[in-house]
């Protein structure tokens, strides 16, 4: 059985990792770019960002994609990487808060059109995947776009299925030393009655293979 991080474990290992966060681009650069390409964010008027972490992505859409009239929210678990998110978002009028995500979110029914959850579903059991999944079709609007993305389990053999398999073991066995992250199936959560997958893709930087998707909420 798969052990995850509790909240408050999750709480005080992110607080403590914050300033090493921008540093995982190595592996995650490759799937949030496709997200970029492949998530229609120059027609958003309201995006959420779940676990917005140190506000890196949030820059970059801010600063490139975004109108210039939508709203951004960010919600992260951990303090200190909102500290750094506010600090690399001044000016930019992005609302940032401190939220567990296992439960329920503080955004109101049908207004976002862009969910971003990006290397989030992977640290989290799979009750509480499926209600960020249930709480994600609740504030979104019909027609809006989930964009995730997450370690994922590389069939394609070689490296990355090694790599795949070693970081399991490692999280089964220490869940703290890699952040409670586990490769996963992401679209193992999405209920076809909710949600239709537009795009799927994985890429596999540096033999560390990641799932990414943009799913349409019906």
């Known amino acids: 059985m798969v052990r995850t991080l509790t909240s408050n474990e999750a709480r005080r290992y992110y607080e403590r990792f914050a300033l090493k966060q921008d540093r995982q681009g190595w592996y995650e650069d490759a799937a949030l770019d496709w997200l970029v390409a492949h998530g229609d964010f120059d027609q958003s008027n309201n995006l959420l960002e779940i676990g917005c972490g140190t506000g890196q992505f949030a820059a970059t859409l801010l600063g490139r994609y975004l109108p ?25 009028g992005a609302r940032l808060l401190q939220c567990d995500v296992t439960l329920p979110l503080p955004i109101r029914d049908g207004c976002v059109d862009r969910l971003v959850i990006a290397y989030v579903m992977d640290l989290l059991s799979e009750s509480e995947a499926r209600t960020l999944i249930d709480e994600a079709s609740r504030v979104m609007i019909s027609g809006g776009l989930l964009c995730l993305a997450s370690l994922s389990r590389s069939s394609s053999g070689g490296l990355a299925w090694a790599l795949s398999r070693l970081w399991s073991m490692a999280q089964r066995l220490a869940p703290l030393r890699v952040g409670g992250c586990r490769p996963i199936d992401l679209a193992g959560a999405l209920e076809p009655e909710i949600w239709h997958i537009e795009k799927r893709i994985t890429v596999q930087p540096w033999g560390v293979a990641s799932e990414a998707l943009i799913a349409r909420r019906l």
């Open 68 to 92: 210039d009239h939508a709203r951004y929210t960010g919600l992260d678990i951990s303090a200190e990487m909102l500290r750094i998110s506010r600090e690399r978002l001044r000016g930019t």
